[in-house]
């Protein structure tokens, strides 16, 4: 409640005089000025307000009044959340505020985010997120800042068509003109429903074709092509159960196979589940009971979840990539300018690099494998968005098959045909669509009985 400054500030003020033993005449005037004050600010709801906003956003009733000191770490950044939603400020900063949320609670924080009638300046790398809650985009690039109308897939899908116009050099003016007009209309159509879609859709209406302009930014050239097409038999898995070192429970008697052009996300309560899973069927992690097989066609390309190991090297770039590929100095520094490492960087020491350079070069080496069974631990983490749109837009193109897990809303809805549940008791398997998977009331009680909900 300490969000809502003024209510806050007016709620210690009467605990302080109403424990008073000498309670004055002064003090009563004080008291009703600030009772009246209290009641305009909705006070008499602040506790239930402030409990909704928690439930909302994940944290359980029976950690509603405990310590911040006894909350972990997920549970503290909810809390801090919350706590700017309420009281619903003028102004509302929020800095990659799905960051530790479950798909749930990013929804439901969408929902209400779109309702919510104030300024909202928001930074995030999720692009469904940004597209549910945002009216205008702001582009900072090359030390310049220019606003844009509309969410981040109209500001990213206009900058693109008119980069191609601009490349266009035979197309006429008029002609560039009516095709982004054309664009304008298609694309206020199908904006999605929500409290904003009328006057989003007023706003795109009214955009003026001059304000679409090219953008200035890079994406890396991500480019996965399969050597050889698969066979009909991709992979086994029978009966395979895995638990912590703690004796929890990761998931149990899994069986299923993957069939041919299956591009399959893997969800779980518990994220050491999909990791576990990905680890056993590459071979580097034992499974407690069960077994997998490979189709004999089938090669794979790995992205893990940690990929530190990899880096406890003193090589340069160039040398680095050069162990997972044939070819000489010039192929390998080809590939590595597609990933947008270019001049001297790519002389540089592996070890030294950042997260999202680090997630580069693993991507640049799977490349190189050729493989058509690509597998994808949260394949977004560290990137930037353009790196993320660029490996998106390749997956969803891609002739192979694809076992992944993401916290990527757009990501999986645009890549997965299936969706596979792993949890203690068993797996939840569907053949459909993400946003029918998690908004389906049948799953969400299959759900509730797989994990032993009460």
Known sequence: MMGHSILWDIMQQREVLYAKTD????????????????????????????ANLLSGLGVSEDKH?????????????????????????????LDEPTNDLDMETVTWLENYLADFENTVLVVSHDRHFLDSVSTHTVDIDYNKINLFTGNYSFWYESSQLALRQQQNQKAKAEEKKKELE?????????????????????????????EIKPSSRKYPGIIFTPEREAGNRILEISGLSKKTDEGVVLFNDVNFNVEKDDK???????????????????????????????????????????????????LNLVDWLGQYGEGNEVFMKGYLGRMLFSGEEVLKKVSVLSG?????????????RNANCLILDTPTNHLDLESIQAFNNNLKTYKGNILFSSHDHEFIETVANRVIELTP??????????????????????RKKMYGDK
């Open 182 to 210: 054309e664009f304008i209309r298609r694309f206020s159509a199908n904006v999605a429903k929500s409290k904003q879609t009328t006057s989003r859709k007023k706003m795109l209406e009214k955009l003026n074709v001059d």
């Open 264 to 314: 399959i996300v893997f969800l779980s309560r518990n994220p050491r589940a999909m990791t576990a899973f990905f680890e056993i069927i590459n071979g580097n992690m034992k499974a407690d009971a069960g077994h997998y097989d490979w189709g004999v066609t089938i090669t794979t390309a790995y992205l893990p979840v940690d990929n530190t190991d990899y880096f406890n090297s003193d």
């Open 425 to 446: 008791n068993g797996v939840i398997d569907k053949m459909m669509e993400y946003d029918e998977f998690i908004t389906s009331d049948h799953i969400k009680e299959l």
């Open 23 to 50: 309670f004055t005449d002064e003090d009563g005037l004080k008291v009703s000025e600030l009772e009246e004050r209290f009641a305009e600010l909705d006070g008499w709801n602040a506790e239930s307000d402030a």
């Open 356 to 368: 999202g350079e680090k997630m580069r070069c693993m991507i640049a080496r799977m490349q190189l």
């Open 65 to 93: 009044y405990a310590l911040m000191g006894e909350l972990s770490g997920k549970e503290k950044v909810r809390v801090m959340l919350a706590q700017a939603l309420y009281g619903k400020p003028d102004n509302l900063l």
